[in-house]
């Protein structure tokens, strides 16, 4: 079984640029979840995609926008960068049935840096 | 809205020493408990779960038990080994629209020293 894998590990951008993250998910799972976890700090939850949708977003503004592809797979975009969105962002995966999703497992993360 | 309220750290303990970390929430509802374990430059891992009142989750020889009366979900291990030392988060799921989301504590950081 093929755990949640991220790309790029690590990632250093300049502010005002924009960014792609991109998440697998684990086999036999349809939902993918995004958080941003500041240094120190729990993960925030940022959007769920299931099915190809947004089916659930938190208090992130529009520039954090995100994709999910037929394979399940997801991209999480970020535009005009701020110093602030420098965290380690994590992607997590689970399966739904009905729009309510089990377990969510995790994969280790993009650290984003931003000058 | 839910949120979690982990024991501040950070807790360093002797090897073979009796754990608790602390974990309280507020919820409406009856959400699912988890302990996910972060250790040093990698993602989270689940570490255990539970799903109803009075449940208890086991792994790796760490429990912990869903109080509704207490609204806690204490993490404990008899005795901690150096590879137990890790930053370690309490959640609880939560609807946001149709999703299912987690909602992190603060983490506590363990140290285990041989």
Known sequence: ETGVTQSPTHLIKTRGQQVTLRCSSQSG????????????????????????????????????????????????????????????????????????SDTQYFGPGTRLTVL | GNSVTQMEGPVTLSEEAFLTINCTYTATGYPSLFWYVQYPGEGLQLLLKATKADDK?????????????????????GSVQVSDSAVYFCALSDAVQGAQKLVFGQGTRLTINP
């Open chain 1, 29 to 100: 799972h349809n939902t993918v979840s995004w958080y941003q976890q500041a240094l120190g700090q729990g993960p925030q939850f940022i959007f769920q995609y299931y099915r190809e949708e947004e089916n659930g977003r938190g208090n992130f503004p529009p520039r954090f926008s995100g994709l999910q592809f037929p394979n399940y797979s997801s991209e999480l975009n970020v535009n005009a960068l701020e110093l602030d969105d420098s965290a380690l962002y994590l992607c997590a995966s689970s399966f739904a049935r009905g729009g309510i």
């Open chain 2, 57 to 77: 989750g086991s792994n790796k020889g760490f429990e912990a038990t869903y109080r509704k009366e207490t609204t806690s979900f204490h993490l404990e291990k």
